[in-house]
């Protein structure tokens, strides 16, 4: 590991084996937890550093054939705890404990587990840097408030982690985390630094770990979907639209997994938020909700950018296998998309258009392979094809990428891929090659360069829009000053350069400064301006802008968000100059311990020279009511009106009653009203997470 005899020798914790397996009531008052040695030497390292945590904070560890146990105490703390019943993973406003594993000790993937002081889970798979926050996992943990704080248990089976074969005695990566949110405060074991790019290469050595040599068995999750559309068709009965699915999961080995669905529902996935953007070049990139893409994606992740999952619109069915083997990882996805989307298009390259999509099936298949290299970095390959079955079109492409670290905060990568793209009368042939060196921001000085170029002919159909023709490149620099005392905490100055150069001749061209305050821990306020040049389509406009953004937490009972900004921009449509604004401000509430309401309101303006001028808004609310750690609802209004659209309005109302992120039952509605007038659904859908 570089530069491994600089840094402190890795306290080592031994995990005892238990007598009985202890009661998950979050009491600790079981004699079994008194055999385990009570751990725990915390340290601030957010907001800035140094400094132990009010009270104590001992964590202990013990195991048996089935599960790994942790309990935390935390005691003589002198501020209130902030605790809210809320639904899993909805845990980020609360004092909270941080479990992160590295099961294969390689300093570059593991998992994090996040608890608040009731025991409601968050979890997060990490892998050389990439978050993936969407990982779900079978769990148990439950918390308890005290006078001075609270404890926490947490049985972790063996069959959701990944981890080498073998049970003669591992040794794990751990680290703890204790987060005080009054403060804005995060305190690590041991120490951590601030957005650190390789988070385990710190880490605690966890010993005496011994799992089940075995993989984690079968996971079946039958699911059954009724939905009925609003107003009903003539001649169909309410709820006579049933929808049988299923999802299956395999350990293969302790560390490689096999996963299938057939027959997908989704419509207990949140809707997406309205596009109400003005004056738009590119398709808006919608994030992934849907369950079966996001478990294990940082297996498929690539520096090339390879895959956006929401180019597989409405999979019949979908399979993949994803793991490692000692320091190699897999990950293979094969989709069968029975609506397929058409691709973006620019520069009159081929692609898959609305035509070639029409009434076609798509069969889209990734494949990517991984090896630990360069003492915490990583060479990898991916193999990508895609095709419209039936003749319409087929696409295949093959990268290379490797990610190299260059002391503790300095890491550099590079990619390289080669596309072919083709139909009945056109073929295509193309290369990307992209190449980033970066010294992470949040401690002393953070720099970044990069580039990114694409060939006349490059395409990629898995991806998200992806033009030809187009080269990329530019730069940042900025320093985090952490002044010695008072109410600033850091103090970050910035300023960065974009280029953007095509082969047509457009071009893009922009460069900035800015400032970042944190103040007190919950506060931080940012403020910034640029220059810019446009060239498009031979159309020479020069830009310019400002902007600024608050972001805090008033209380445990607020939260504010407002961000602004406004310039002088390129029209797209006239080719001209043109005035523009955006505008944003959420408000959070949380009345009680159970309820939270979150409401963003957007206002654009777009004022061309010589055109009419155009305004969108853009209301959204969410109310959460979380009745116990099973049972919430959920009510999301979304409400969008443009200059140039009719007003559209959203509502749906959905109950949960969730055991596990694999045993749930959903009741719910939607109501829309837009252009082509009032439609909705009513749906109900019931799954069942086996283990046998």
């Known amino acids: 590991m570089l ?12 995990v005892h084996r238990a007598s009985e397996a202890p009661v998950i009531d979050g009491h600790l008052d079981e004699g079994v937890w008194r055999t385990a040695p009570a751990y725990g030497s915390f340290e601030r390292f957010q907001p800035v550093d140094g400094g132990a945590p009010p009270g104590t904070t001992e964590v202990r560890f013990l195991q048996d054939d089935k599960h790994l146990y942790v309990g935390v105490r935390v005691s003589g703390a002198d501020y209130p705890i902030r605790a809210h019943v809320t639904p899993r993973e909805d845990i980020n406003i609360d004092d909270q404990i941080g479990i992160y594993l590295d099961t294969f000790l390689d300093g570059i993937s593991g998992y994090i587990f996040y608890f608040n002081a009731l025991g409601i889970q968050q979890d997060i798979r990490h892998n050389a840097g990439d978050w993936n926050v969407a990982w779900d996992t079978l769990l148990r943990s439950r918390g308890q408030l005290t006078e001075d704080g609270y404890t926490l248990e947490v049985a972790l089976p063996w069959r959701s982690l990944k981890f080498p074969a073998g049970d003669d005695g591992q040794t794990w990566g751990l680290l703890v985390t204790r987060k005080i949110p009054g403060e804005g405060a995060k305190y690590g074991w041991p120490k951590q630094e601030r957005n650190a790019p390789r988070i385990f290469q710190t880490a605690n050595h966890l010993t005496q770990v011994r799992p089940p040599p075995r993989g984690s068995g079968w996971e079946i999750i039958p699911a059954i979907t009724a939905n009925t559309p609003l107003p009903a068709p003539e001649g169909r009965k309410p709820l006579d639209i049933v929808r049988p699915s299923l999802d299956a999961r395999f350990g293969i080995t302790p560390d490689v997994g096999l996963a299938a669905t057939l027959n997908p529902d989704f419509s207990q996935v949140e809707s997406d938020i309205s596009d109400i953007r003005l004056n738009a070049r590119f398709a808006y ?13 940082d297996w498929f992740l690539d520096g090339n950018d390879t895959l956006y999952t929401r180019s597989m619109n409405a999979p019949l069915y979908g399979v993949k296998i994803s793991g490692r083997e000692g320091p190699a990882s897999i990950g293979a996805l094969h989709v069968l998309d029975r609506a397929p989307l058409p691709s973006f298009n620019e520069a009159a390259t081929p692609g898959f258009g609305e035509d070639d999509v029409a009434g076609a099936l798509a069969s889209s298949t990734l494949a990517r392979a991984r090896v630990d290299a360069f003492d915490g970095g990583f060479a990898g390959i991916t193999l990508a094809d ?3 079955l039936g003749g319409g079109g087929t696409h295949q492409l093959g990268g290379v990428d490797l990610e190299v670290p260059m002391g503790d905060r300095w890491v550099g990568s590079a990619a390289l891929q080669h596309a072919f793209t083709g139909d009945r009368e056109t073929s295509l042939w193309g290369t990307r090659q992209t190449g980033r060196v970066v010294r992470a921001s949040g401690v002393g000085t953070g720099a970044g360069v990069y580039f990114a170029t694409n060939s006349p002919g490059y395409r990629n159909e898995l991806g998200y829009t992806t033009q030809s023709d187009r080269t990329d490149g ?20 910035n300023a960065w350069v974009d280029l953007v150069e095509e082969g047509n001749g457009d071009r893009f061209r922009t460069a900035g400064s800015g400032l970042e305050v944190r103040l007190n821990g919950v506060h931080l306020l940012a403020t910034s301006a640029w220059v810019q040049t446009y060239r498009e389509r031979g159309a020479l406009v020069d830009g310019y802008g400002a902007g600024g953004s608050y972001a805090g937490n008033l209380g445990a ?17 006239r080719l001209e100059p043109a005035l523009q604004s955006n505008s944003s401000a959420t408000l959070t509430l949380r009345p009680t311990a159970g309820i939270q309401t979150a409401t963003t309101l957007t206002l654009n303006t777009f004022d061309p020279a010589t055109g009419p001028r155009q305004t969108s808004l853009l209301a959204r609310s969410r109310v959460n009511v979380q009745l116990s750690r099973a049972l919430g609802a959920r009510w999301v209004l979304d409400g969008s009106r443009r200059t140039d659209r009719d007003p559209r309005l959203y509502n749906a109302l959905l109950l949960t009653w969730l055991t596990n992120p694999g045993t749930a039952i959903w009741l719910g509605g939607s109501v829309v009203n837009g252009e082509s007038g009032y439609e909705g659904s009513l749906f109900a859908k019931a799954t069942l997470l086996l283990r046998p």
């Not at 530069?3 to 031994?14: D, G, H, K, L, N």
């Not at 990139?285 to 994606?297: K, W, Y």
Request: hydrophobic share 50%; no cysteine; net charge negative.
């Open 285 to 297: 990139a919608f994030p992934e909700r849907r369950p079966f893409f996001l478990d294990g994606i």
């Open 386 to 388: 895609k095709r419209l």
């Open 474 to 493: 530019g730069g940042w620099l900025d320093h985090t000053f952490t002044p010695a005392a008072g109410l600033v905490d850091t103090v970050t100055p």
């Open 3 to 14: 530069f491994a005899a600089a840094m402190a020798a890795p306290e080592q914790v031994v």
């Open 557 to 573: 009972a607020v939260d504010v968000a407002l961000s602004t900004s406004a310039g002088r921009v390129v029209d797209y449509l």
